[in-house]
């Protein structure tokens, strides 16, 4: 099946450092990726949809200046955390669907984001 | 007031107990996600349904797309199974999933 790999699996951080999180998909092209954070005990939250060649579109209350979001390719959505603080430690986690306008989504094995 | 509701929240079983967890949104939908998550975090996609029944191994999900309503079973539960299980739902033309809070299911052997 499909597949989705996200680097690194695991990141500490210093307060006031940036941090990239990348998410391929490795078997088929997606022209939008998903973004997620995911705080303890509580359920995903989407960020912002990546779009291939295009701005991504963030969720209320997401700051896009903060949470860089790039699209390079049909394989590759990368999400930067700028200038991250002790609040912005979280799970992060990718998606992407298969196809244009497909509702079979494919998700990253995740990203634990610690910021110290 | 959440688009998706699940429950029950918490739920420990028996190894060997038939587990149901139910699902209910309030949103028309294409399709009806349900996905496992294990404590290291990563998830995986179960079920994609959109009618019916699906059965996987000793994993059934059902939907009943009128009353807006879907069922994930699990049958002759095993410790392995202890993991969140968490309903997802794109609501009509879109591909943007709508979670619900998830299941904490836990198997005691």
């Known amino acids: 099946g499909a597949v989705v790999s996200q680097h690194p699996s695991r990141v500490i951080c210093k307060s006031g450092t940036s941090v990239k999180i990348e998410c391929r998909s490795l078997d088929f092209q997606a022209t939008t990726m998903f973004w997620y954070r995911q705080f303890p005990k509580q359920s995903l939250m989407l960020m912002a949809t990546s779009n291939e060649g295009s701005k991504a579109t963030y969720e209320q209350g997401v700051e896009k200046d903060k949470f860089l979001i790039n699209h390079a390719s049909l394989t590759l959505s990368t999400l930067t955390v700028t200038s991250a603080h002790p609040e912005d430690s979280s799970f992060y986690i990718c998606s992407a669907p298969q196809g244009i306008g497909s509702y079979e989504q494919y998700f990253g094995p995740g990203t634990r984001l610690t910021v110290t | 007031k959440n688009e998706v509701e699940q429950s029950p929240q918490n739920l420990t079983a028996q190894e060997g107990e038939f587990i149901t967890i139910n699902c209910s949104y309030s949103?028309?939908?294409?399709?009806l996600h349900w996905l496992q998550q294990h404590p290291g975090g990563g998830i995986v996609s179960l079920f994609m349904?959109?009618?019916g029944k699906k059965k996987h191994g000793r994993l059934i999900a059902t939907i009943n797309i009128q009353e807006k309503h879907s069922s994930l079973h699990i049958t002759a539960s095993h410790p392995r199974d202890s993991a969140v299980y968490i309903c997802a739902v794109p609501p009509f033309g879109n591909e943007k999933l709508t979670f619900g809070t998830g299941t904490r299911l836990t198997i005691i052997p």
């Open positions: 949103v028309g939908i294409s399709a």
């Open positions: 349904l959109s009618s």
